[in-house]
């Protein structure tokens, strides 16, 4: 039995580091054999085949939120050629989509054309 004041309502010495906690004594000592118990229980809630998935969108959101920070932190010069690239991109697919279209018409005319001439 225990004859500490403070834990004189546990029953049993294999209580005392509890009473110890609750006592205001922290002890931030995290054993390696609490990382398999957590992964133990993460297993049995979510299951094998969705850890993967969940740490998959776990990566992907921190990912994410660094990028966002980067953006609020991050140098304008970056920004400004983001933008300078995203404008010439934009700029290359608009003449392309009026050359493919000039195309087109240039042969439409002649498919027309031949068609007249046939006639």
């Known amino acids: 039995m225990c004859d500490n004041v ?3 309502w546990v029953r049993g010495p294999c209580f005392l580091p509890i ?4 006592s205001g004594e922290i002890d931030m000592e995290f054993a390696p054999w609490h990382w398999l118990v957590v992964l133990g ?3 049995l809630l979510f299951g094998g085949k ?14 994410g939120f660094k990028e966002g920070m980067k953006g609020i932190t991050g140098n304008s010069n970056d920004d400004e050629e983001a933008r300078r690239k995203e404008a010439e991109a934009k700029a290359y ?3 392309k989509a ?3 279209a000039r195309l087109a018409a240039e042969q439409k005319v002649a498919a027309e054309q031949k068609e007249v001439a046939r006639s």
Do not use: I
């Open 98 to 100: 009026a050359a493919e």
């Open 19 to 22: 009473a110890s906690k609750l």
């Open 93 to 95: 697919a608009e003449a």
């Open 6 to 8: 403070e834990c004189s």
């Open 50 to 63: 969705k850890l993967p998935e969940l740490g998959k969108g776990m990566g992907e959101g921190l990912r």
């Open 41 to 43: 229980v993460a297993v």
